[in-house]
């Protein structure tokens, strides 16, 4: 399936679920990354070809943003391989786990995109 990559806000507990939906997942946790800062974290995830995944949808929005900019102009010329969000804090972990695995099959790439999560509604795109 996909490569992942937890940032330090979502649970270490979704690890598991996902490698058991066939998926490479590494943690901001494992690597020993934690307390580095959110631009760092989606040039890591970057740099390894992972898809991002995390519980911090706001800064992150802002961060896929600023990258989709900065490409535009020129500036930055490499793609991230994708970010996968949620703004639910307390997760039901195989329900979420579930979800980026349906979604990753629907999508086929999510290179370059930014996707937010709701259990009510689903997987919906940032368009702006």
Known sequence: MAKLY???CVPVSLTPLLAQHGHDVTTAMQLGLRQRNDPFHLKYASTQ???LI???QSDFRLLHRFWIT???WDVLVSS??????????QLDEQAFAQAIT????QQGTVMNTFW???PATGWHADKW
């Open 80 to 89: 991230h391989a994708g970010i996968l969000s949620t703004a639910i804090r």
């Open 6 to 8: 937890l940032d330090e």
């Open 49 to 51: 070809e992972r898809i």
């Open 54 to 56: 995390t519980t911090n």
């Open 116 to 118: 937010m999560w709701d």
């Open 102 to 105: 349906d979604h990753l099959s």
């Open 70 to 72: 900065m490409q535009a």
